[in-house]
């Protein structure tokens, strides 16, 4: 099979129950395949075909928009890096002293939702978007016409501008704020760390309308730093648990549907039974197609011989959270054409895509 080509999907109100399937989606574009097709020698589990998709090209395209590293010297990106200056915002507290005036000292004051401060004098200062060194830098400034040689500090005492949100299997989930600096995994210490029934594979990072290519499975079950990226405000971790997570069963069964994987998983024949069964006449049990996310850029595609299984040939196949299993009416061949058809039985399914290209939802372009 060659490259798949790029497809059209989009945001979900939802979306942490569909995060799994998303992913999967999104690793396909400019994917690299290691096909292995044997039809001669059918598997104990009744797999025909598996494709290992990954999509490194696209990882590495998209991820100055996800974060990264290391940013360049002297930027200014809410804290976003190492070394950086933590800026402002509106909810930011802030501690002032204009030593040499009296009266002067240990003023505290609120960044209102305009950036503004109120202090004596000069009333009304403008201080978001700014750091502490500059708002410093401005006050002595301001208060130079007011007293001799003004002696200022500028101290930020609660961080309330940069919000991060942690959804699902966290010890202390909720809204925990960046004070400074802070990558991916300084973010989950925040939250007092996963669960021990945090399913990782399914474990994503939202920032705005797309799911970041982030690997936090890599990250935490195999050390792969280079997938420690710098959080942003507003960005949104979630890490499902593995039975609270769904099977999608779509195609040419009774009842299209998603099934809740529960506490003791769920196989193949299993699901389709759940799902009514596949339609007399109208399913082809020869090429039942199976996508599976492993992280938001690498998965599975994977062909399975349902019919060799009903005939006895063939175990039960089973399945991991967050599976899309597609029964085709017809023999299909390429798998850009069954993904062609998986899409709209999702929306059928929840009306959860609202179609944009997927280059540009990677990339931006």
Not at 9 to 27: C, D
Not at 166 to 186: C, D, H, I, K
Not at 249 to 259: F, I, N
Request: net charge negative; aromatic share 6%.
């Amino acid at each position: 099979m060659g490259r798949v080509l790029p497809l059209r999907i989009g945001g979900t109100q939802n979306w942490p129950r569909f995060a799994a399937v998303l992913a999967v989606l999104l690793g396909l574009a400019a994917c690299d395949v290691a096909p292995v097709v044997n039809r001669d020698k059918l598997r104990d589990d009744g797999v025909v075909q598996r494709l290992m998709v990954s999509a490194p090209a696209v990882a590495q395209k998209s991820g100055p928009r996800c974060g990264r590293t290391s940013l360049p010297p002297g930027r200014k990106d809410g804290g976003a890096a190492r070394g950086v200056a933590y800026v402002v915002g509106p909810g930011d507290n802030l501690k002032f002293n204009i030593f040499g005036a009296e009266g002067m000292t240990d003023l505290t004051a609120r960044v209102d939702d305009a950036g503004f401060v109120q202090l004596p004098i000069i009333e009304l200062v403008k201080v978001s978007g700014k750091s502490t060194r500059e708002i410093q830098t401005e006050l002595k400034s301001a208060y130079t016409a007011e007293f001799i040689d003004p002696w200022v500090t500028v101290e930020l005492i609660e961080a309330e501008s940069a919000p991060i949100y942690f959804l699902g299997e966290f010890r202390a989930p909720g809204v925990r704020y960046m004070s400074g600096a802070t990558n991916v995994l300084e973010a989950i210490a925040l939250a007092g760390g996963l669960e021990d029934d945090a399913f990782l594979p399914g474990a994503r990072l939202l920032r705005g309308d797309h799911t970041c290519t982030v690997d936090l499975n890599a990250l935490l079950r195999n050390g792969d730093f280079n997938q420690n990226i710098w959080i942003k405000p507003h960005d949104v971790i979630f890490a499902p648990r593995k039975e609270d997570m769904s099977v999608f069963v779509l195609g040419a069964v009774a009842s299209p549907q998603s099934v809740p994987f529960g506490t003791d998983g769920r196989t193949l024949l299993q699901v389709l039974s759940l799902a009514g069964g596949a339609m007399p006449g109208q399913s082809y049990l020869r090429e039942v197609r199976v996508i599976r996310a492993q992280s938001p850029t690498r998965g599975e595609l994977i062909m399975v011989d349902v019919e060799a299984m009903l005939a006895g040939r063939g175990l039960d196949f089973p399945l991991e959270p967050g599976d899309v299993v597609f029964v085709p009416r017809s023999a299909i061949g390429e798998w850009n054409a069954a993904l062609a058809q998986v899409l709209p039985s999702l929306q059928v399914l929840g009306g959860i895509l609202t179609p944009i290209t997927l280059i540009q939802s990677l990339t931006g372009e």
